[in-house]
């Protein structure tokens, strides 16, 4: 009769938005999330059975995707429709916000469901803040997998993370906290994880809230030796423990009056430690000449007795200190007492093997300050989430921590926000670090003054500013000994009152370097001689160029770089301390001839100064970097995904063949390489740094133009020996531009060439092993092995075995196919909507 209620309720929920609120009073403290459910869905719903009021979970977690099973046994209730999975980071967790030193029961939940369409299904870690808590094998718990904890959190936060363990996706489909009272479930150490809850009744659905106030699931249990009985009788549950009172109507006895009442099973683990907590109350009407009692037996040795059931009042014995079972087997017996007239009783039943959490959280007011400074910066990291410092194999980039004793809060020693596109002054937050030694905050956009208190912070002895706007003095407290300061690259910050004289020369400051120095020099030469193509610009039109960064990119790279407007218009100037020994002339030419290379994968030249043996080339600004800093996920750059790589290929592709083949004469590039190919504001790739080989080097130094020039590592070693020079050569560090996207490995390292790397994986068949793991995975795996091949046939050491830039464009467009109908077929399965059924609700098996 209730059941045929239940559609109709439904349609009430739906359409009274204000029936849910009501409800939720009674849930105080309840945390119930059902993950991956969009906010656009109804949110927060109520499950049918239980009443609970389940909600999104995107308030609580930065990342991951929302995803919906294909596959759900019938009987599976709402909260297993939808999962979060976690393609990207490690370890990916939920921050709740929770009571320090309360006791809290908390439930996770994990099913598949085959949401992704691939059928694999996952093996992750869950941690609870620093510490593992449970390996999830859906792969041998294919009907997915529950977990409960009692758990009392030793921060006024709560981090429940999912951890990659392998190469599959870790998910989540609930995540649920009730908050437990204070008497119950007292551990001498140790957090007690659940293994039974079990009401003894023959038949019977699970028991949960509203009936249990702790919304334990209680699931009915019964042996085939047992009788049970019943009462329709109020049962008063009250104690610490509240069993639910539907739970306690019910009870088993021996069917042998004389025998014992025995619940027996195997420990996995033979070291396994319990907790057992049994729930009695006398729901039979006793005669004045019957008694029942009888003594508890654990693992044959009396542990508790006489008991005497109170009749229809709760008794509970529980567990004052955790005990293991000889060998894994465990027997929990409930024996008669010589003067009983009756066989024992037992009405539920709770076992919970202790779970220690060894390692201790951060110092909170580190963790505090550090999520403060984040805020501060608008810094959004993928790594940066769970516990800063622990464990340490999954600590945040940039953090190093004290690592003494596991028992011990870590605390934050150095913090490396350097390069990361910091803005606004120097974060207050810093000061809170009161165990730092080391803070980097090197060319950032900081601006400001320098403040006081960083001199004040007694651990402090490297602060690295370097490479920021920060204006002002430095203060007096910042001068002290045993504190290294750099600050170059501050071009309005001095010494002393009155800012008068240029910082230079104390000694606890490093000089200034050159940038300063040569900026000067380049604004006045710009403003004299340079070229554009559109018009003439005059000492009028004022061209401002602020040193922005000293870019010595490596080897083979310009000098300075700066950035600039000129008339508006953004520019990057690339500025030539040494030139060759060639004539003006020449260079006139050969600058002029790229004036007129027009193509939208390809920088262009606007303007160019030349003075004496000086030279500046002004080029159309390019916001977005270089496609390694991409790859390497440096900064605020975040690592790049299969598709857009190869797009960037393409692009970069596309812009090459037109030298090779669109230009007259025809060009070579001689420096194609990952920091060569750089992004702009729509991430669109151009080529940068071509064509200038003839007239001049854009190496170090000056050098002949017959010299062989190029990036070691993307030279073509043909032409290193032969000295001919030709398209091939930029085929060959194509190529190189391909392996590096593909695996993500530095061209060169000490040990080998990328081409000498990847040939040992293949040799050796692993696949896998090749690509770059920042992908996770996320690729079409034909397109990547097209990707590859093709890379590898670029990368022959004779160039008449290598392909022509057109063939490279056409086998990457096919790469693009291949990836493209891969995403597209993953976002199909995504939208796809399947019946909801909301029947019934069953928990997947409590393993
Ligand atoms: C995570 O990966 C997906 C593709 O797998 C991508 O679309 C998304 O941008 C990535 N997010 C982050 C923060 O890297
Ligand atoms: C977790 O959330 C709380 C606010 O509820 C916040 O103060 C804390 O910094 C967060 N912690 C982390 C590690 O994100
Ligand atoms: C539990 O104990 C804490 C202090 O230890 C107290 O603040 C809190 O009110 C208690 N909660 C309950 C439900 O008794
Ligand atoms: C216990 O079992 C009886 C019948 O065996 C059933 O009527 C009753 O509903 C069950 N109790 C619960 C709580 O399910
Ligand atoms: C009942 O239990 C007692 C004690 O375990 C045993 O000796 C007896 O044989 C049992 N009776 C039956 C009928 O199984
Ligand atoms: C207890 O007394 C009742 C009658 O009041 C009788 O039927 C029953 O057999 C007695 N039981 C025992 C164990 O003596
Ligand atoms: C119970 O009775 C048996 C024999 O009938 C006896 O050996 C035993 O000591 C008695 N136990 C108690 C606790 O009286
Ligand atoms: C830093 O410390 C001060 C004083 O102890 C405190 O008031 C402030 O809230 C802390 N700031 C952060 C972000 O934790
Ligand atoms: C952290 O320590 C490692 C190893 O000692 C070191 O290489 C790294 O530079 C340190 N990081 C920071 C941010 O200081
Ligand atoms: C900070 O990180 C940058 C790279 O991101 C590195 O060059 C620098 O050495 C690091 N600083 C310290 C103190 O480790
Ligand atoms: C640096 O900060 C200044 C002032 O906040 C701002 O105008 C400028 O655009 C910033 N530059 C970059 C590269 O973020
Ligand atoms: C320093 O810069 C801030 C803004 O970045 C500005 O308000 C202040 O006037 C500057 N102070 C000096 C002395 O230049």
């Not at 038949?203 to 329709?232: A, L, N």
């Not at 709770?350 to 060894?358: A, L, R, S, W």
């Not at 407290?477 to 600050?487: D, P, T």
């Not at 990457?812 to 019934?840: F, G």
Request: glycine letters at 8%; one cysteine or more.
């Amino acid at each position: 009769m209730e059941r045929s209620c239940v559609g109709i309720l439904l349609v009430l929920i739906a359409a009274l938005a204000s029936i849910h609120i009501v409800h939720a009073q009674d849930q105080e403290g309840f945390i119930s999330l059902d993950c991956g459910l969009p906010t656009y869905e109804l949110s927060p719903y109520i499950e049918i059975s239980s009443g609970v009021s389940f909600s999104s979970d995107e308030k609580f977690i930065q990342s991951g995707n929302s995803g919906r099973t294909l596959e759900m046994p019938k009987g599976y209730s709402k909260q297993y429709k939808t999962l979060r999975y976690f393609p990207n980071g490690t370890r990916n967790c939920y921050n709740l916000s929770v009571d320090k030193g309360r006791k809290y029961l908390i439930r996770t939940s994990f099913f598949y469901g085959n949401y992704d369409g691939l059928d694999i299904k996952p093996i992750f870690d869950l941690y609870l803040g620093p510490n593992l808590w449970a390996t999830i094998d859906l792969e041998t718990l294919v009907d997915g997998t529950r977990r409960d904890i009692l758990h009392i959190p030793t921060s006024n936060s709560l981090q429940i993370c999912l951890v990659k363990s392998g190469t599959t996706t870790p998910l989540i489909s609930t995540l649920e906290l009730r908050p437990m009272g204070n008497g119950s479930y007292i551990t001498e150490s140790g957090s007690l994880e659940l293994q039974y809850w079990y009401y003894l009744n023959k038949t019977g659905s699970r028991i949960r809230y509203s009936s249990d106030v702790y919304d334990r699931i209680w699931v009915s249990f019964f042996e085939k030796e047992w009788t049970q009985i019943s009462t329709s009788l109020e049962v008063d549950n009250s104690n610490n423990y509240v069993p639910p009172e539907d739970a306690l109507k019910n009870a088993a006895t021996p069917t042998n009056a004389s025998a014992p009442l025995t619940i027996a099973w195997i420990s996995e683990n033979a070291n396994e430690q319990y907790y057992l907590y049994s729930h009695f109350a006398e729901i039979q009407e006793l005669h004045t000449n019957e008694t029942r009692e009888f003594n508890i037996v654990w693992n044959g040795k009396l542990y508790y007795g006489p008991v005497i059931p109170d009749k229809l009042k709760l008794t509970t014995i529980q567990s004052r200190s955790a005990e293991t079972c000889k060998g894994g087997k465990c027997s929990f017996q409930l024996i008669r007492t010589n003067r009983s007239t009756l066989p024992p009783l037992l009405n539920a039943f709770e076992v919970y093997t202790v779970i220690q959490f060894p390692l201790s959280e951060t110092d909170e007011s580190d963790v505090a300050a550090v999520k403060d400074i984040e805020a501060t910066y608008g810094l959004s990291r993928l790594n940066w989430q769970g516990d800063p410092c622990v464990p340490q194999q999954l600590s945040w980039d940039g953090l190093n921590c004290t690592s003494t004793d596991v028992s011990i809060p870590p605390r934050i020693t150095s913090l490396n926000l350097s390069s990361c596109g910091l803005n606004g002054p120097i974060a207050v937050s810093i000061q809170n670090l009161t165990q730092l030694e080391n803070l980097d905050l090197s060319n950032n956009n900081l601006t400001g003054w320098l403040p006081e208190f960083l001199g004040n912070m007694e651990s402090l002895s490297v602060i690295n500013l370097s490479g920021n706007q920060l204006n002002g003095t430095i203060p007096k407290a910042l001068q002290r000994e045993g504190l290294k300061l750099f600050v170059e690259g501050n071009p309005r910050l001095c010494v002393s009152d009155p800012c008068t004289k240029p910082l230079h020369k104390k000694k606890v400051l490093v000089p200034i370097v050159s940038s300063v120095a040569s900026a000067v020099f380049v604004t006045a030469v710009l403003v004299l001689f340079l070229v554009l193509r559109k018009r003439h610009s005059t000492a009028e039109e004022g061209l401002h160029l602020p040193p922005r960064m000293a870019m010595v990119n490596g080897k083979g790279g310009f000098g300075f770089v700066y950035h600039g407007t000129v008339n508006g218009l953004e520019v990057a100037v690339k500025v030539l301390s040494q030139l060759s020994t060639q004539g003006y002339k020449q260079f006139k030419a050969e600058v002029d001839l790229l004036l007129r290379v027009h193509h939208k994968n390809l920088v262009s030249l606007v303007g160019y100064c030349y003075e004496v043996d000086h030279l500046a080339l002004v080029y159309e600004f390019l916001p977005n970097g270089n496609l390694k800093q991409h790859l390497a996920g440096k900064g605020d750059r975040s690592a790049i995904t299969w598709g857009n790589r190869l797009r960037i290929a393409m692009e970069a592709a596309l812009g090459l063949e037109y030298l090779h083949t669109g230009c007259t004469p025809t060009m070579v590039h001689r420096d194609v390489k990952t920091t060569n190919i750089l992004l702009d504001e729509h991430f669109r790739a151009k080529l940068a740094d071509f064509g200038l080989s003839k007239s001049f080097q854009v190496g170090e130094g000056p050098h002949e133009s017959t010299v062989v020039a190029g990036t070691p590592g993307y030279l073509d070693p043909e032409y290193y020996h032969s000295g001919r020079l030709g398209e091939k050569s930029d085929v060959y560090s194509f190529g190189m531009v391909l392996l590096e996207m593909i695996t993500n490995q530095r061209v060169i390292s000490e040990k080998s060439h990328i081409t000498e790397w990847v040939a040992y994986k293949l040799n050796r068949g692993d696949i896998s092993g090749i690509m770059d793991p920042n992908l996770c995975g996320g690729y079409d795996t034909n397109s990547a092995w097209r990707a590859l091949e093709l890379a590898m046939s670029c990368a022959d050491p004779h160039s008449a075995n290598r392909p022509t830039m057109s063939h490279v464009i056409i086998e990457i467009k096919e790469c693009l196919a291949c990836e493209n109908s891969r995403v597209l077929k993953n976002q199909d399965l995504e939208t796809q909507e399947t019946i909801m059924r909301l029947e019934t609700s069953v928990v997947p098996g409590a393993r």
